[in-house]
C-alpha cells in the first residue's frame, strides 16, 4: 500500500486548484496521507510514494507550473505510480468524449510511464485574470464545464491502485 501521495497542480484562476482538491479529498476518504500543493511550492517528491499532476490548458498547452514541475522532477516521478489530468475545454466536450492529452503531456506520459489521463472540462467564470480570458467571457463562452461527479470517480479509481497495491 502507498502510504504518501501528492496532488499538484498548474492553475492561474483557481479551476484547476478546486480539481485537485476533489481529488484530494476522495484519496483522504480512501485512507491516503495525501498533501495537495501549487506545482510551483511543490518540492522534496522523493517523500512521496505517489503523484497526481494537473494543469490547466492554455492554447493548447498544459499551464507552465504544471510543466515546470515535471521536468524539475522528472527522475523521481520515473520511479513512481504518477496520473495526469488536464482541465481547460469551455465546453460540454470532456463529459462527451474522452479527449486525449496535448502533444506535451503525450510526450510525457510516455518518457514516465505515467498511469492514466483525463481530460476534465474546465470553468472560466467573471472575475478571471488574464486579457484572454476577459476576451472569452466577453464573447459569452465563460461558464463552468466540470464534472465533479466524473473527478470523483477517477480519484476513486486511483485510490483503489493505490490501496490494493
Excluded at 512521496?48 to 499551464?63: E, K, M, Q
Excluded at 510543466?67 to 516521478?77: E, G
Excluded at 506520459?109 to 476534465?120: A, E, I, N, P, S
Excluded at 463562452?141 to 470523483?152: L, P, S, T, W
Aim: glycine share 12%.
Amino acid at each position: 500500500m502507498t502510504d504518501t501521495v501528492l496532488v499538484t497542480y498548474g492553475t492561474t484562476n483557481g479551476s484547476t486548484a478546486e480539481i485537485a482538491q476533489a481529488v484530494t479529498e476522495i484519496l483522504r476518504q480512501a485512507g491516503l496521507t495525501v498533501e495537495s500543493r501549487p506545482a510551483r511550492s511543490a518540492t522534496n517528491v522523493a517523500r512521496y510514494d505517489a503523484v497526481v499532476v494537473g494543469g490547466g490548458l492554455y492554447a493548447g498547452r498544459w499551464h507552465k507550473d504544471a510543466r515546470r514541475f515535471v521536468r524539475r522532477n522528472r527522475v523521481l516521478l520515473a520511479e513512481r505510480p504518477v496520473w495526469f489530468f488536464s482541465s481547460g475545454p469551455l465546453d460540454p466536450s470532456a463529459s462527451e468524449r474522452d479527449i486525449p492529452p496535448v502533444r506535451g503531456v503525450q510526450r510525457d506520459m510516455t518518457r514516465l510511464d505515467v498511469r492514466d489521463h483525463v481530460t476534465f472540462g474546465g470553468c472560466l467564470e467573471e472575475g478571471a485574470k488574464g486579457w484572454v480570458a476577459g476576451m472569452i467571457l466577453r464573447s459569452g463562452k465563460g461558464g463552468d464545464f466540470r464534472d465533479f461527479g466524473a473527478i470523483e470517480a477517477w480519484a476513486g479509481d486511483i485510490a483503489g491502485a493505490l490501496t490494493h497495491a
